[in-house]
């Protein structure tokens, strides 16, 4: 099952790709993990990408693709994935379409995680990352069980730069205007599917699972 999740920033799309990966035995492959694994490490990538990801901007299609297209050809990717915040850009989408050709395969879904820009800003307000293993948090939704730590790894959590709010309102812009129109390309391959993202954690996974069956 080769699976893409489209929405905005923060609407909740790392969150359920965990989940879809956990319950379908695929993997997670989410590009703001590869990027954020990257400037850790101090990498040549992960310097480019860290000047496009502090201002809210976008990373040169160019420097995103090509990774992409390598990750999903891995040994665990045989039998599907699901794409975090890939492609984010019409070019990405054009540039995968056309790899997935090349392999005779093809995306199933792409899910639209639908949560309007007013609950954007709480949410990633209260978001709360671990740089180490990419798990997420929120203070209030999905708060670990000891304050600032990771339930997974014991690191502890951040407040990431780009999730300040003058980042934030930014990176919606950008998403209306480069990775909106995503919608509309994958609606024309019949494998849009929506779900309603405002509702909490477990209903908008009940949805998922509808689309995706059990
Ligand atoms: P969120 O989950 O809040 O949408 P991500 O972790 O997916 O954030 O992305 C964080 C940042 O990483 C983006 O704002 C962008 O700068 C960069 N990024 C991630 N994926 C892509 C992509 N497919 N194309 C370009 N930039 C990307
Ligand atoms: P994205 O990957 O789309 O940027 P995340 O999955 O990181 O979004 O979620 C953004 C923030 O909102 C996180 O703090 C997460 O814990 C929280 N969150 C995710 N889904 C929900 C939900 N359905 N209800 C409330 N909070 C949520
Ligand atoms: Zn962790």
New binding site residues.
């Given amino acids: 099952m080769k699976i893409i999740?489209l929405?905005?920033?923060?609407?909740?799309?790392?969150?359920?790709?965990k989940k879809i990966a956990a319950k379908y035995g695929i993997p997670h492959i989410?590009t703001?993990d590869i990027f954020r694994a990257n400037i850790k490490n101090g990498t040549e990538l992960g310097k480019k990408a860290k000047t496009y990801m502090d201002q809210g901007l976008l990373v040169p299609d160019e420097l995103t693709c090509d990774l992409v297209v390598d990750r999903i050809q891995q040994p665990d990717a045989v039998n599907g994935y699901v794409l975090?915040?890939f492609p984010r850009t019409i070019p990405q989408a054009e540039c995968l379409t056309d790899a997935l050709e090349k392999l005779g395969s093809k995306i199933d879904y792409a899910i639209d995680?639908n949560v309007p820009d007013e609950n954007i800003v709480t949410?990633?307000g209260?978001?709360?990352a671990c740089l180490k293993c990419g798990a997420?948090?929120?203070i209030v939704?999905?708060a670990p069980a000891k304050e600032g730590i990771c339930d997974t790894c014991g690191e502890k959590l951040v407040l990431r730069d780009d999730d300040k709010p003058e980042t934030v309102q930014k990176r919606l812009n950008v998403y209306h205007e480069q990775t909106q129109p995503l919608i509309d390309y994958y609606s024309g391959k019949g494998v849009l599917r929506t779900v309603d993202?405002?509702?909490?954690?477990d209903?908008?996974f009940s949805q998922i699972t509808e689309i995706l069956g059990e």
């Fill in positions: 999740m929405g905005a920033p923060g609407a909740g799309k790392g969150t359920q790709a989410s703001g975090d915040g995680v949410r990633m209260g978001r709360r997420t948090y929120h939704y999905a993202g405002t509702r909490d954690l209903e908008v």
